[in-house]
């Protein structure tokens, strides 16, 4: 499996904005689907957004649709999310996830085989 690494969390005002980053430790992701997860304290892991191969698929939750979006650049093996018009309930560790096939397009944790450690995103009020 591959080891992935989140970087780019912190903490910020509502309102704000912040860049999540996913890359492999080694390897590439570049031929899987890719997915953003997160998880508040005393919450299950939610399904955050997921993108396709090249990019032409994109899904998203309903509560982060219109503001976050998910971007990869298959060159530079890494995944992105920006996150906009941050709110206090979006506070969470932030996981990024490679799908088990490139078409591996469902909102289900067990989808996705490989994960990082992820990265924490507190959002103020």
Not at 15 to 26: I, M, Q, T
Not at 58 to 82: C, H, I, M, P, W
């Amino acid at each position: 499996q591959v080891q992935l690494v989140e970087s780019g969390g912190g903490l910020v005002q509502a309102g704000g904005s912040l860049r999540l980053s996913c890359a492999p430790s080694s390897g590439t992701f570049s031929r899987y689907s890719l997915a953003w997860f997160r998880q508040a304290p005393g919450k299950e892991r939610e399904f955050v957004g997921l993108i396709s191969v090249t990019g032409g698929v994109k899904r998203y939750a309903e509560s982060v649709k219109g503001r976050f979006t998910v971007s990869r650049d298959n060159a530079e093996n890494t995944l992105y999310l920006q996150m906009n018009s941050l709110k206090p309930e979006d506070t969470a560790v932030y996981f990024c996830a490679k799908g088990r096939t490139p078409w591996s397009f469902g909102n289900s944790p067990d989808q996705f085989d490989s994960w990082g450690q992820g990265t924490q995103v507190t959002v103020s009020s």
